[in-house]
């Protein structure tokens, strides 16, 4: 019997095998899709940068045709089945504005994943979200986000939260900077994603006891707080992870904050 799900009907966030570290072409996604019972997929590979050094976790720009090609084929292929969006994952970079509305004439969407921030002091003037250990640094992400959003061009932004990934304690100076970019994201009506593959990477224990490095509970109760909009992506980069335990995970834990999550986004 497959398994079934009751709890999502649309997965904005989706990734395949161009992007280099995720398995699965496009028609397995959409296929798997339509065996849960989605109304919708969203293909957002990880669009390719030329800033990016590190190629081997982007796609290639000479890859990006090929994706198109297999988003196209399969908007065709399952149109009378579910609804297939072809859009990309991407970070903003001010100096490349130009850009996203030249995919955005192609795309349905772009989601913002801004994995870098500018940091003049660092390699390749770029510091990885990962990274980031100083208020200046997190200022700066929030200040990047919160320009991308008020452009227009973002669906939502994936993964907010991960800029606190080595943030220990959260104390009122990113109590701080959270509203900054939750405030943003109220300002442009952009939703914010609790993003399941931070959950699928499991409970850390920290010094503030076990918990997911993210979604960040306090970042989340904030968003609660202020009444910014929500969605839970499955992020998946396997075909398994369309749906799984851990989507499952990211629903309570949206649940356990009271947090109402928007299941549709409108196009
Ligand atoms: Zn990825
Ligand atoms: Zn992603």
Redesign the pocket.
Known sequence: MPFTNQIMNNNY?T?MYLCRHADGDVKDYVEKAIELGFKSIGM?D?APFAELKDRSVRMHLSDLKIYIIKCDNAIEKYKNKIKVYKAL?IEYFPQHKKIYPEYLKYMDYL?L?QHYIFDAESKNNLRSAYALSTLEHLESYVDTVVEAMSTGYFKFV??PDLMLYNIKHFNCDITRISKKLIQGAIDSNVPLEI?S?GIRKGLKETEDGLRYIYPRKEFWQLVKKMGARVII?S?A?QVDQLFDEDVIKAYQFANDLDIVVEEELMF
């Open positions: 966030h990734h957002s990880h994952e989601a994943g994936c993964h993003n593959n992506s992020d980069h």
